[in-house]
């Protein structure tokens, strides 16, 4: 298979010369825009969309249709992975997601064994492969993952955004239990990766929501180690073309070289870390990805221009730099300031190219 037309996103994580800055979007299919919303009440409920491959296809390709973004994301959830696990995965109604059946016994957690991704995520790969037909090589598509440690963090807790008071209960009182719940979502986000790249999927990108809420020393032990276990058994090369892989720890910015050092060829950046700082303490060792501040996209097409100018300005000449948001963007988003953000990339960027 050749590379897509626009392969500028390709190759800015392999951080080969691009005419421009390439851009996409955390959350670029999401309920900002009408047409997903539309989608995802004709589906019924969030996971029967992930689950249809027709509406998984045509919720991908929206943002597309809008925006001339430089790469599309499978549209999918992190937690598709336990879910396979059978702890019973359902949506609260403005609760998000919950577990019927969190690893709360010990029993439980010496039973957890890796998922096969042809079983039941199936439905995954099935839309995988659909939506890299949909593309008609015109963009890149990104497959993702979460984390190792951020699926621990749902699957000990039973939801998100908690004080993780039982996850770090686990890590510090009984580490052997937590690093086998990681060691076997290490194993089955591998496999999982791995067969969306034999899918069609062309970057990977692995989402460490949840890595920033531990101490220096317990991130290095119990996120990243697992991190750098998952980036050695990817894919990196299919027909011929290398598949970059993205790791993006939310609250990581202490940790960037560390990152780095685990065999990524890109590191993604939250809002809070300056870029260009970044890029001096990585070197020429890996692609950044980021990082507007996504409430940014809530002010005025002027402001926002004007702000992307300056994560622009701050990454510098040169390639190596994907533009993102430093987390999803919010429902709130008025979609003519995504489409004046994509523009004000595409337009600011050329001078550093």
Not at 90 to 117: C, M, V
Not at 206 to 212: A, I, M
Not at 313 to 321: F, I, N, Q
Request: glycine share 10%; charged share 20%; net charge negative.
């Amino acid at each position: 298979m050749s590379r897509p037309k626009n392969d500028t996103f390709l190759r800015a994580l392999l951080r080969e010369p691009t005419p421009y800055t390439p851009i996409w979007i955390m959350r670029q299919a999401g309920r900002y825009l009408a047409e997903y919303n539309a989608t995802r009440a004709r589906a019924g409920d969030f996971m029967s969309l992930c689950r249809n491959a027709d509406l998984a296809t045509e919720v991908t390709m929206q943002p597309l249709a809008r925006f001339p973004l430089d790469a599309a994301i499978l549209f999918s959830d992190i937690l598709t992975v336990p879910d396979a696990m059978g702890l019973g995965l359902y949506f609260a109604e403005g609760e998000g997601p919950r577990f019927e059946r969190p690893l709360r016994d010990e029993w439980a957690i010496n039973d957890l064994t890796p998922i096969d991704p042809w079983g039941n995520l199936r439905y995954v790969m099935d839309a995988v492969s659909q939506i890299r037909k949909a593309l008609a090589n015109e963009v890149p598509l990104i497959g993702f993952s979460g984390s190792p440690f951020t699926l621990a963090c749902y699957m000990i807790e039973g939801q998100g955004g908690t004080d993780f008071e039982r996850v770090k209960g686990m890590a510090y009182g009984r580490p052997d239990l937590l690093h086998k719940i990681l060691d076997v979502n290490a194993r089955s986000v591998v496999a999982y990766l791995n067969a969306q790249v034999e899918s069609g999927a062309q970057a990977l990108m692995l989402f460490d929501t949840w890595g920033g809420a531990l101490s220096n020393a317990a991130y290095q032990e119990f996120s990243l180690a697992y991190m750098q276990q998952v980036v050695a058994g990817l894919t990196r090369e299919r027909d011929g073309q290398k598949v970059p892989v993205i790791v993006f720890t939310k609250g990581g910015g202490l940790w960037l070289e560390k990152i780095a050092a685990i065999g990524c060829d890109a590191v993604g950046l939250d809002w809070t870390v300056d870029i260009g700082e970044a890029r001096a303490r990585v070197g020429k060792r890996v692609a950044l990805q980021g990082n507007l501040d996504p409430t940014i996209l809530l002010t005025t097409p002027e402001i926002v221009r004007r702000e992307a100018g300056k994560v622009l300005a701050s990454y510098g000449a040169g390639t190596g730099h994907v533009f993102n948001l430093g987390h999803g963007v919010s429902r709130v988003t008025p979609p003519e300031n995504v489409a004046a953000l994509v523009e004000a990339v595409h337009e600011q960027s050329r001078i550093y190219h």
